[in-house]
């Protein structure tokens, strides 16, 4: 048999093959290392604890906003860093230092994080307001809201030449803060995702009251270029929540309810991902077994005085041009005129399992084909083949 068709053949059905393997692979493992290599994994997340050094954030009667929140994210921190020991955890503060608001997000951006988590105490002229708000970069929709993110922004007064460093943001203006209507980017649905899971977990598992997701322009969150949430505590403000933020326990819960949330949300989005990896690997898949590319098809069949077998596509009186819509674009359609009667074929092998995987993949395309097989370039019987094949 000619070795170009012998070869090309072989290619063929070593592409199908290989689209098969896929599938079965697929089918059979589950969560082959093929999808997990193309899946996402959380691996950096940077912990942001608000406020330092010279600023101490909210003020309660008895506590500094920036002392309960380094210690809600160190141990937060020290929850992953414990229970997820592959995961990179940066702090932009591990002790009681000021850190420019710029420099916060900068350490988000230059470590490339997946995930940033900025936490914050609240306070409110009104003492009698509780409960904690897990923000996520938007337009607020309230006043309530706008003013907690002018609180935080305003931390940026501490810095030297603000007004340059921050391209003119004002953050207590609130005309300034028309630009977060325009930031609504691909980390939203992500961001929001984990607001929801951890103000759940505040609620459920803490007992805590929960003021709920929340948008609003914090500029921390809007130069971050990953998802990214700012959870307010609870309010300093508040003698009893003032208290509970105090102890070491109230701490203690708190970050494990961030860190119930941030386990929650590592699973939805590292499984969403090979969900979507494997539907891609199907996708692949199919593309590779369903594809036939031309030169993989030969017919020659010009030199054959053996024994051959074709897969026949079509069967008419009348001639059908190669190039017709019926064939489907498959490559290398063979025109066979025998008696009075056009027939159209692909493939040329001596090998009956070769052209059944042929078959197979040519099936994707034309449902009713059917292999046949010609001895010195005449039609026989497919036992008459199988007979001559044995002799
Ligand atoms: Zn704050």
Not at 112 to 125: G, R, V, Y
Not at 141 to 170: C, H, P, Q, R, W
Request: glycine content about 6%; charged content about 25%; hydrophobic content about 35%.
């Amino acid at each position: 048999m000619n070795i170009i068709i012998y070869k090309t053949l072989k290619a063929l059905i070593n592409r199908t093959s290989i689209g098969l393997y896929l599938i079965f692979v697929l089918l059979i493992c589950g969560n082959t290392s093929f999808a997990q290599n193309n899946s996402y994994s959380l691996k950096t997340v940077v912990i942001d604890a608000g406020h330092g050094g010279k600023d101490p954030g909210a003020l309660g009667k008895s506590c500094r906003e920036k002392d309960i929140v380094l210690n809600i994210s160190l141990k937060l921190g020290g929850y992953i860093e414990k229970y997820f020991p592959d995961i990179n955890v940066i702090y932009t503060r591990k002790t009681d230092v000021f850190i420019p608001l710029k420099r916060r997000s900068e350490i988000a951006n230059q470590n490339k994080a997946d995930l940033f988590i900025s936490i914050h105490a609240n306070a409110n002229n009104n003492s009698k307001i509780i409960g904690t708000e897990t923000y996520t970069l938007g337009l607020h929709k309230t006043k309530e809201n706008l003013e907690v993110a002018m609180k935080e922004n305003a931390v940026i007064e501490y810095e030297e030449d603000y007004s340059t460093k921050y391209e003119g943001f004002d953050p207590k203006n609130p005309a300034s803060y028309i630009i977060f209507n325009m930031m609504q980017g691909v980390n939203r649905d992500k961001s929001i995702s984990l607001a929801e899971l951890t103000e759940h977990q505040f609620k459920t598992r803490v007992g805590r009251h929960s003021r709920g997701v929340r948008e609003a322009g914090f500029w921390v969150l809007k130069q971050v270029s990953m998802p990214s949430i700012l959870v307010e505590v609870g309010f300093v403000s508040n003698p009893t929540e003032e208290k509970y933020l105090k102890t070491k326990q109230g701490q203690d819960y708190l970050a494990s309810a961030i860190f119930r949330a941030f386990r929650d949300y590592k699973n939805k989005v590292e499984q969403s991902s090979v969900l979507l990896s494997k539907k891609e690997l199907i996708n692949k898949t199919e593309e590779v077994s369903d594809s036939i590319p031309s030169n993989i098809i030969e017919t020659t069949i010009a030199n054959s005085s053996i024994l051959e077998y074709c897969v026949q596509l079509k069967s008419s009186s009348k001639k059908i041009p190669l190039t017709s819509r019926v064939f489907k674009n498959i490559p290398n359609v063979k025109e066979r005129k025998v008696n009075n009667t056009y027939k159209y074929t692909v493939g040329s092998t001596s090998n009956y399992q070769k052209i059944v995987e042929v078959q197979k993949a040519i099936r994707k395309k034309i449902k009713d084909c059917f292999v046949v097989a010609f001895y010195n370039g005449k039609r026989i019987s497919l036992s008459k083949a199988k007979k001559l094949k044995k002799t």
